[in-house]
């Protein structure tokens, strides 16, 4: 807030006033969010009203954090600006912001409203952004946030915010703007105690920086012939693709091998590019359509000769579009010898329900990749086991792979991480 890095803020305060040593560790937190917030003019003000949040954040009390800003004030020249920011706050220009919605349109919304009224004018992720988009992506950040609180995981939420990290820092946009949108939101759950605890501890690991992805990670494409495929789908070359792939079948690759070293790394690298800004969504598209064109061009090589007598209904649950995964899950068991009942995406649960009266299944396979839909899954579970008390449930897909106990925590009977694991597990399951 003085001009100064915030490096150089804590060293000048350590040494001219010592008895802040004891709060060394708030200190850099405190020096960056104020850097964060304060940084026009007016901004200040805005800030000033919600500060408490943002002291709870750093557990610092109020009379502590103003007495840390008189030691500000009486170093600073007459002509910085941060000079009479500091003496309205420190002349006690204060007032609460408290708002009481309920429903999450509401929410969002509000959301939108306050965080553009407070940083419209100094924050990129705002200047870069159309106030249409920046609701839509407001509505998706807080289903997946409220939906990692609902479903009890930190891991769920951190990820979510560093994926959002991630895609902002793609588009050259720093971690102020998510810290200032956590912050943001954070005042519209100041009430929600369940909730504190997640937001503030994102905020917090991203001013320390902890959460920092890798910059770069290409060990999705663990092989030269999952990079050659890759190559044929982003130079959008399709009968090339195709013929790669019925060459590799013909040239002795077990359908298993194409499936995960090919499809399953190249989609998981297409959404490493996508998330990085250097695939666009119509990239994405096709190449996620002409692999699922050439599965199933594939399909009439798998069934299996002998079968072990067991039924499994196969299907992903809610809204849900993401569907490569529980198909190639519902095509090694096949090829494992299972009877399957593939039902796709978007399935009704009373459709999922009389599907396993119909076909008299041993066991429901469900799929989920967004966060949202965790709770999707856990009522399903919830209804089909009330009906159905015998039928064993199978999980997986993205939030597994993050929060390797969720699967517990919904009332599943096992997690899969992959298709290569998925008969063992399903078969243990069966047998208790
Ligand atoms: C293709 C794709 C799409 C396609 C899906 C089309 C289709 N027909 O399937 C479309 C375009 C619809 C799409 C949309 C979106 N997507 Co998308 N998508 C992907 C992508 C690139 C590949 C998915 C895939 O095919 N994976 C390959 C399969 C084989 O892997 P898998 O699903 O993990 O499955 C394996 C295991 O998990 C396990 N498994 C999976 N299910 C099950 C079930 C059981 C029972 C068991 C035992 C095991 C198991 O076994 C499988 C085989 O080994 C991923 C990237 C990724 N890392 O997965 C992003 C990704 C999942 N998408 C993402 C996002 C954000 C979205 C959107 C919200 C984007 C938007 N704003 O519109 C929408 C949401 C749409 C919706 N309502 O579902 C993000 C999610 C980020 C996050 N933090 O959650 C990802 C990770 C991309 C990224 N890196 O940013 N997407």
């Not at 663990?222 to 590799?248: H, P, Q, W």
């Not at 994405?284 to 069934?303: D, G, K, N, V």
């Not at 599907?355 to 999707?376: G, R």
Request: hydrophobic share 40%; aromatic share 10%.
């Amino acid at each position: 807030m003085t001009g100064k890095k915030s490096a150089e803020i804590v060293q000048f305060i350590k040494e001219k006033h010592p008895e802040w040593k004891p709060f060394e560790n708030q200190l850099s937190s405190t020096i960056e969010l104020l850097s964060c917030f304060s940084s026009s003019d007016d901004d200040f003000s805005k800030f000033l009203r919600w500060q408490d949040t943002f002291l709870s954040i750093i557990n610092l009390s109020k009379d502590q954090f103003k007495a840390l800003c008189r030691s500000f004030y009486n170093e600073l020249e007459e002509s910085d600006t941060s000079k009479r920011k500091l003496k309205v706050f420190l002349d006690g220009g204060l007032s609460d912001y408290a708002i009481s919605l309920n429903n999450n349109q509401d929410i969002s919304k509000a959301i939108v409203e306050f965080h553009s009224e407070l940083f419209g004018e100094i924050d990129q992720y705002l200047i870069a952004k159309d106030i249409a988009t920046i609701t839509s992506d407001t509505n998706q950040h807080i289903a997946f946030l409220s939906q990692a609180i609902d479903a009890g995981s930190k891991v769920l939420f951190n990820e979510y915010v560093s994926w959002f990290q991630s895609t902002l820092n793609a588009q050259e946009i720093g971690t102020q703007s998510v810290i200032r949108f956590l912050v943001t939101i954070r005042m519209f759950h100041e009430a929600n105690e369940n909730a504190l605890p997640y937001i503030d501890n994102s905020i917090l690991k991203l001013i320390d920086g902890t959460d920092d992805k890798p910059e770069e990670n290409t060990a999705y494409l663990n092989s030269e012939v999952s990079k050659k495929y890759l190559d044929f789908l982003l130079d959008g070359d399709r009968r090339g693709a195709t013929e790669f792939i019925m060459k590799l079948a013909d040239d002795g690759y077990s359908l298993k091998e194409i499936y995960i070293d090919v499809f399953q790394s190249s989609q998981y690298e297409i959404g490493r590019l996508w998330e990085k800004n250097k695939v666009s969504v119509a990239q994405e598209h096709y190449c996620t359509a002409t692999t699922q064109m050439i599965m199933s061009m594939l399909y009439p090589r798998l069934f299996s000769s002998k079968s072990i007598g067991k039924t499994v209904i196969a299907t992903c649950v809610g809204n849900e579009l993401h569907e490569i995964g529980i198909r190639m899950i519902s095509d090694f068991m096949e090829m494992d010898g299972w009877d399957t009942y593939y039902l796709g995406a978007n399935t009704p649960t009373n459709a999922i329900i009389e599907s396993i009266e119909k076909y008299n299944a041993d066991l429901l396979a469900l799929s989920v990749t967004l966060t949202p839909h965790v709770s999707n899954a856990s009522e399903i579970i919830r209804e089909v086991k009330r009906v159905h008390p015998s039928i064993k449930v199978i999980v997986g897909g993205y939030p597994f792979l993050q929060d390797e106990a969720l699967w517990v925590r919904i009332g599943a009977d096992g997690l899969a991480k992959s298709a290569n694991e998925v008969n063992e597990t399903a078969l243990a399951i069966l047998n208790g």
